[in-house]
């Protein structure tokens, strides 16, 4: 699949600093560190669009890109990179600051198509993944689990891990939300991603 075109078009806390919401939009969430800066870089093929730092919690605002496919293709859209949860060594004050930023876009950006959820495989199910997807079931917002760093173990242990996940999910969910598993280094899942927001695309605005 050929890379795209994207740029960044801003960074703010408060709906007056957002773009227009003008084409359907993809917001990406997870834990500090799951690696969604390296997702989304992955996703469009630039190397160096959304910045990518070891140091967790470096992500403050909701930040935008725009994408578009290769010419001739004719789809447009937004992602949103949100800031991370779960980074303990912020300020109280901080993290609240942020989880009510979070909140109110992902409650009111009246172009958001999804949130994709990214979910480091490698982990046991972390109750604040847990908490995040009980919230957006209960808000009725629409989402995806995007399990993130798949090549960093092997094939038994990536499937080990995900069924883990589903069996805690269905504790509390009759029907499991739709599954991606990425990895950032390799590409896999990209085209799942991708053809997936084309097919979102394709009914904006029907």
Same mark, same amino acid.
């Given at each position: 699949?050929?890379?795209?075109?994207?740029?960044?078009?801003?960074?703010?806390?408060?709906?007056?600093?957002?773009?227009?919401?003008?084409? *359907?939009?993809?917001?990406?969430?997870?834990?500090?560190?799951?690696?969604?800066?390296?997702?989304?870089?992955?996703?469009?093929?630039?190397?160096?669009?959304?910045?990518?730092?070891?140091? *967790?919690? !470096?992500? !403050?605002?909701?930040?935008?890109?725009?994408?578009?496919?290769?010419?001739? #293709?004719?789809?447009?859209?937004?992602?949103?990179?949100?800031?991370?949860?779960?980074?303990?060594?912020?300020?109280?004050?901080?993290?609240?600051?942020?989880?009510?930023?979070?909140?109110?876009?992902?409650?009111?950006?009246?172009?958001? $198509?999804?949130?994709?959820?990214?979910?480091?495989? !490698?982990?046991?199910? $972390? $109750?604040?993944?847990?908490?995040?997807? $009980?919230?957006?079931?209960?808000?009725?917002? *629409?989402?995806?689990?995007?399990?993130?760093?798949?090549?960093?173990? #092997?094939? =038994?242990?990536?499937?080990?891990?995900?069924?883990?996940?589903?069996?805690?999910?269905? #504790?509390?969910?009759?029907?499991? =939300?739709?599954?991606?598993?990425?990895?950032?280094?390799?590409?896999?899942?990209?085209?799942?991603?991708?053809?997936?927001?084309?097919?979102?695309?394709? !009914?904006?605005?029907?």
């Amino acid at each position: 699949m050929e890379n795209l075109k994207a740029e960044h078009l801003g960074s703010g806390r408060e709906p007056k600093h957002w773009p227009k919401p003008s084409l *359907p939009e993809y917001a990406f969430i997870g834990r500090s560190n799951v690696g969604k800066s390296s997702l989304i870089n992955m996703l469009v093929g630039i190397h160096r669009l959304a910045r990518v730092s070891n140091t *967790p919690g !470096r992500t !403050r605002n909701v930040e935008h890109f725009k994408v578009e496919a290769p010419k001739g #293709k004719g789809q447009q859209w937004m992602l949103a990179d949100l800031p991370g949860y779960g980074f303990a060594k912020t300020s109280k004050a901080e993290r609240a600051t942020w989880e009510a930023m979070i909140r109110s876009y992902l409650r009111e950006r009246e172009n958001l $198509q999804c949130v994709f959820l990214l979910v480091d495989v !490698r982990l046991e199910p $972390q $109750q604040n993944d847990l908490d995040m997807i $009980q919230w957006l079931g209960a808000e009725s917002i *629409p989402f995806v689990i995007v399990f993130t760093k798949s090549d960093k173990l #092997k094939q =038994p242990s990536i499937v080990s891990n995900v069924a883990l996940f589903k069996r805690t999910l269905k #504790k509390t969910w009759d029907t499991l =939300p739709h599954l991606i598993i990425t990895s950032a280094e390799d590409g896999k899942g990209r085209e799942d991603v991708l053809s997936f927001i084309s097919d979102v695309n394709s !009914r904006w605005g029907s």
